[in-house]
């Protein structure tokens, strides 16, 4: 299993304002995954956050809007930029342990006003 | 499109009562996986499946995963209050390790 971290766990941001969400896991992973969770919704996948290399985004997700870093293989950032009342959600990180198993940090709660 | 569609959405029952959650799609998965989610929390881990027509049971919980792999059912007996809360299903295809969730299932369990 892991042990995953975010920060912050809660934030309510003015619009055109930009937020970043931190994500930290307690091992060394390949794979971590970038959701959100829209209110009352199940989880969409905004994108892969790959080591070294650019982030890979789903169909509906740029990078100009969620612009993501990757430092290392227990770290991760997603930035909700020029935000506005839509982008209110729950983003969630997750990562890889094997090729079967995921698991979900506790989610940040963004409302955006 | 939705990959992956699961019934019912709303489920409230009486405690002590059985329930059956299913996950259904025309695509097949390399593994399905069952979250349970409750208000404040990220997605909780229950189960992978990964063999057709497997079946793992976690104490009250049993899951099965269909022969052809397009499928899949939670069924809890004798369920508590603890049990409330979202259950989520999630597909792996071929290999991608990009999960594609269905749209949950929120179960209520009334004492």
């Known amino acids: 299993s892991a042990v995953i971290s975010q920060k912050p766990s809660r934030d309510i941001c003015q619009r055109g304002t930009s937020l970043t969400i931190q994500c930290q896991v307690d091992s060394q992973v390949t794979m971590m995954f970038w959701y959100r969770q829209q209110p009352g919704q199940s989880l969409t996948l905004i994108a892969t956050a790959n080591q070294g290399s650019e982030a890979t985004y789903e169909s509906g997700f740029v990078i100009d809007k969620f612009p993501i870093s990757r430092p290392n293989l227990t770290f991760s950032t997603l930035t909700v930029s020029n935000m506005s009342p839509e982008d209110s959600s729950i983003y969630l990180c997750?990562?890889?342990?094997?090729?079967?198993?995921?698991?979900f940090g506790p989610g940040t709660r963004l409302l955006v006003l | 499109t939705q990959l992956l569609e699961q019934s019912p959405q709303f489920l409230s029952i009486q405690e002590g009562e059985n329930l059956t959650v299913y996950c259904n799609s025309s695509?097949?998965?390399?593994?399905l996986q069952w979250y349970r989610q409750e208000p404040g929390e990220g997605p909780v881990l229950l189960v992978t499946?990964?063999?057709?027509?497997e079946v793992k049971k976690l104490k009250r919980l049993t899951f099965q995963f269909g022969d052809a792999r397009k499928d899949s059912s939670l069924h809890i007996t004798a369920a508590q209050p603890g049990d409330t809360g979202l259950y989520l299903c999630a597909g792996e295809q071929g290999g991608s390790e990009k999960l594609v969730f269905g749209k949950g299932t929120k179960l209520t369990v009334n004492p």
């Open positions: 695509s097949v998965f390399s593994s």
């Open positions: 997750s990562v890889d342990v094997t090729s079967e198993t995921q698991y």
């Open positions: 499946v990964v063999t057709g027509g």
